[in-house]
């Protein structure tokens, strides 16, 4: 049995320093030592010829080289993991997938334009809900219970609570400003408005509005203009004529609509300024006293001017986007004409 243990030792040397250099060196290994032949089989066969009271000590000492030799080959075959297959291989220089990225919509692009205008004139953003109730929408803005000009703006009520209905127009956001806001005010406020009406090429349900305030003292209706024909040269350029147009709306006084010079034909007439040279593109006034006094500001001492634009009639001057359905059929052939204008 010394004879034996000091061969086991010596084998266990052999082994410590062995080295393979390629796979076919590992499975050399594996087979002089563990293989059916292999001599760690061979010297467990000299169990039988070991006297019974040794047998015990020798079960260890074979069974330890055991474990020796097998995890000498696990550390060898770690270090000869054939290579992956080429396929698997990464080839770094390859170009990458095409990631396709979205685009923004239309109206998004424009409503957006129209923000950064206004924000490089210090208007700050203010947005609203667009379920409102009647105060807001309407009452505030100084159009009571049976004012006929609440029949300009066909509603949608919330058959839930006939109190509360879809905002017809971002002016309720004028409403919400002033009533948390202390002059001077300076907000658009951009946004979604609803309105019972037929679907068309000319008409929607919904469409979106910015909404502009401005209130502080001695602020005139030259502001107004100039602060428009700014936006509308930053908009448009510098050729584009603007005209301004009396009109009435109850929570302005005066009021006046404003046109610029139709951008498709150049003034020359055509369908979509029905061949007038001239496209209506907002509405605008001096915020009218009640509305001021609706909120507590003193109208003797604050004057205030606000605006509303319609944001897909200036995406139809913009992009000359005649149909407005199209812009809320998500059609990727319609959406994706807009790549890469920001
Ligand atoms: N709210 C009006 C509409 O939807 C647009 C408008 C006109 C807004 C005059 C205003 C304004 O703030 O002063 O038709």
């Known amino acids: 049995m010394e004879q034996l243990v000091q061969q086991i030792e010596a084998y266990k040397q052999e082994i410590d320093l062995f080295d393979a250099k390629t796979p076919e060196e590992v499975e050399e290994f594996r087979i002089k030592y563990l293989g059916t032949k292999g001599l760690v089989k061979a010297v467990m066969g000299e169990m039988k010829n070991v006297p019974n009271e040794q047998k015990k000590a020798f079960g260890q000492i ?55 205008i206004f924000k490089r004139l210090g208007f700050a953003v203010a947005e609203g809900p667009e379920i409102e109730d009647d105060w807001h929408n309407f009452g505030a803005m100084n159009l009571p219970e049976d004012h006929p000009a609440r029949d300009m703006q066909d509603t949608f009520y919330i058959s839930q609570n006939p109190a509360w209905l879809l905002r017809t127009h971002t002016s309720s956001v004028q409403a919400r400003v002033m009533e948390s806001q202390k002059p001077p005010i300076r907000v658009i406020c951009p946004g979604r408005v609803y309105r019972n009406e037929t679907i068309s090429a000319r ?62 034909c150049g003034g020359d007439g055509c369908n979509i300024c029905k061949h007038t040279g001239w496209v209506e593109i907002l509405g605008s006034g001096m915020v009218h006293p009640k509305v001021l006094d609706n909120f507590g500001i003193d109208s003797n001492k604050y004057t205030g001017f606000a605006f509303g634009m319609g944001v897909e009639r200036i995406t139809q001057l913009k992009f000359q986007v005649n149909d407005l359905r199209l812009y809320s059929q998500n059609d990727v052939r319609f959406l994706k004409q807009f790549t890469g204008v920001i």
């Open 62 to 116: 074979l069974n330890e080289f055991k474990l020796f030799t097998e995890s000498k080959y696990e550390t060898l075959k770690e270090n000869h993991q054939p290579q992956a297959d080429h396929q698997q291989q990464i080839d770094w220089s390859l170009p990458g997938d095409p990631i396709a990225a979205g685009t923004r919509h239309p109206l998004s692009i424009v409503r957006n334009q129209i923000v950064s």
């Open 203 to 264: 008409a929607h349900c919904f469409f979106h509005q910015v909404e502009g305030l401005y209130i502080d003292d001695n602020v005139s209706f030259a502001d107004l203009k100039q602060t428009l024909y700014f936006f509308v040269q930053e908009m448009f350029g510098k050729n584009v004529k603007v005209r301004f147009r009396p009109s009435y709306f109850p929570f302005t006084e005066p009021s006046a609509e404003m046109d610029i010079s139709c951008l498709i």
